[in-house]
């Protein structure tokens, strides 16, 4: 499998907004192109971990986050949460790969279970039945068994749970370098170029 030309990515509500956006920033530096969903709750906790302000209107969202980013107008898709004629919403419009980050244990209950609620969640089940990649940056501490019951259902359908827990070997300097080190993690496994961290073993 090649680098990816689309990926579907999805921010809730938890805590680690920084993961999506940093995700997102490196993406777009690769030209890969992203259709993204935001809940709201993930609008309020962007506006409270960052310095971002998200206007709340999609298309001035989109707007706004292709002026801070740089990036070319058409890499970049934003979508609501109930926009249900997005591609995302349907098998043959789907992207090959999908990631929640940071996924809330709300949004986990809700794609384990095959709940289709907004937008976000259907593209989720829709990865799902086509048997997509789907990652899950799963941000949440500590675990119950009912958290943990849900990720090893979905583990098993083949879905990839990622909790947010960055290493530490690579002696991080700054909070930016704990993102990168699961921003990196998740780059690895959609097979995107970065050097954000190296390889174990590499220079």
Same mark, same amino acid.
């Given at each position: ?12 509500? $938890? @805590?680690?907004?920084?993961?999506? %956006?940093?995700?997102? +920033?490196?993406? %777009?530096?690769?030209? #890969?192109? /992203? ?8 609008? *309020? /906790?962007?506006?409270? +971990?960052?310095?971002?302000? %998200?206007?709340?209107? /999609? ?15 058409? &890499? ?15 098998? @043959? ?17 809700? *794609? ?7 937008? &976000?969640?259907?593209? $989720?089940?829709? @990865? ?9 940056? #799963? ?35 700054? *909070? ?6 699961? #921003? ?7 097979? #995107? ?11």
């Amino acid at each position: 499998m090649g680098v990816p030309n689309r990926i579907s990515l999805a921010m809730t509500g $938890a @805590s680690g907004a920084q993961y999506g %956006l940093r995700l997102l +920033e490196c993406l %777009l530096n690769q030209g #890969v192109g /992203v259709d993204l969903m935001l809940s709201q709750p993930a609008q *309020v /906790v962007i506006g409270l +971990e960052t310095d971002w302000q %998200l206007p709340g209107r /999609v298309a001035e969202m989109r707007r706004t986050l292709i002026s801070r980013l740089g990036c070319a107008p058409e &890499l970049l898709r934003v979508f609501g949460e109930k926009q249900w004629t997005a591609p995302l919403a349907s098998g @043959s419009g789907v992207n090959a790969a999908m990631v929640i980050c940071p996924c809330t244990t709300g949004t986990l209950a809700a *794609v384990a279970t095959g709940q289709s609620r907004s937008l &976000l969640e259907r593209a $989720a089940d829709v @990865s799902l039945k086509e048997r997509r990649q789907l990652i899950l940056v #799963v941000r949440e501490t500590p675990f119950s068994e009912i958290h943990l019951e849900h990720m090893l259902r979905l583990s098993r359908m083949g879905v990839v749970v990622m909790p947010a827990n960055p290493g530490f070997y690579h002696r991080p300097q700054s *909070v930016e370098a704990l993102i990168d080190f699961m #921003v990196a993690r998740v780059l690895d496994h959609l097979q #995107v170029p970065q050097q954000l961290l190296p390889a174990w073993g590499g220079d």
